[in-house]
T-cell receptor, first 114, second 112 residues
Framework: SQTIHQWPATLVQPVGSPLSLECTVE??????LYWYRQAAGRGLQLLFY??????ISSEVPQNLSASRPQDRQFILSSKKLLLSDSGFYLC?????????????FGSGTQLSVL | SQQGEEDPQALSIQEGENATMNCSYK?????LQWYRQNSGRGLVHLIL?????REKHSGRLRVTLDTSKKSSSLLITASRAADTASYFC????????????FGKGTMLLVSP
């Protein structure tokens, strides 16, 4: 069966420090991968998605970047964190295409930038 | 801007009662999905309804879709305390590598 691993679960970082969040998927090949951010009490905002190795699409221009160095690995990075980067970050992968596409989420990373 | 908007924002009921949450959206969709999120956790997919379907059931869940009104509802029957969570609707506008657009969610509290 497929599983998704996301770490760390919580992270407290000072403003201006770098960021690296990692997500890996097991049990499937060539998944679509996604990074979402959820601000407190709000819905999910799509940050990046990837349909293959080295293929990254950005939905919102910002202080963050994403990379997909391997088929089942998705990394979210920042060179210098801002206060506004605080939030709950979720990695997800999808199965199916078009009308059948569903998302499977990791357990999330709560990032606090102080 | 977000596609789906859930209503109400928060709902508090007693165990055994039914819970109904609504979702409205603005543009044409390929499918609509409902997800559940326990506090501090990732989202879990509950049910997907395609644009050519009107109703779908899964256990105690019943989802309806009215594309003429651009709205959907999620009914949880005979609720349990374990149903306490936030519920999100998400819409998929296109085919292929579609990207879901999520609403802000309804926070459901089921009291024993």
């Amino acid at each position: 069966s497929q599983t998704i691993h996301q770490w760390p679960a919580t992270l407290v970082q000072p403003v201006g420090s770098p960021l690296s969040l990692e997500c890996t998927v097991e049990g499937t090949s060539n998944p679509n991968l996604y990074w979402y951010r959820q601000a407190a009490g709000r819905g999910l905002q799509l940050l990046f998605y990837s349909v293959g190795i080295g293929q990254i699409s950005s939905e919102v221009p910002q202080n963050l970047s994403a990379s997909r160095p391997q088929d089942r690995q998705f990394i979210l990075s920042s060179k210098k964190l801002l206060l506004s980067d605080s939030g709950f970050y979720l990695c997800a992968w999808s199965v199916g295409t078009g009308s059948n596409e569903k998302l499977f989420f990791g357990s999330g990373t709560q990032l606090s930038v102080l | 801007s977000q596609q789906g908007e859930e209503d109400p924002q928060a709902l508090s009921i007693q165990e055994g009662e039914n819970a109904t949450m609504n979702c409205s959206y603005k543009t044409s969709i390929n499918n609509l999905q409902w997800y559940r999120q326990n506090s501090g956790r990732g989202l879990v997919h509950l049910i997907l309804i395609r644009s050519n379907e009107r109703e779908k059931h899964s256990g105690r869940l019943r989802v309806t879709l009215d594309t003429s009104k651009k709205s959907s509802s999620l009914l949880i029957t005979a609720s349990r305390a374990a149903d306490t969570a936030s519920y999100f609707c998400a819409t998929a506008a296109g085919a292929g590598y579609s990207t879901l657009t999520f609403g802000k969610g309804t926070m459901l509290l089921v009291s024993p």
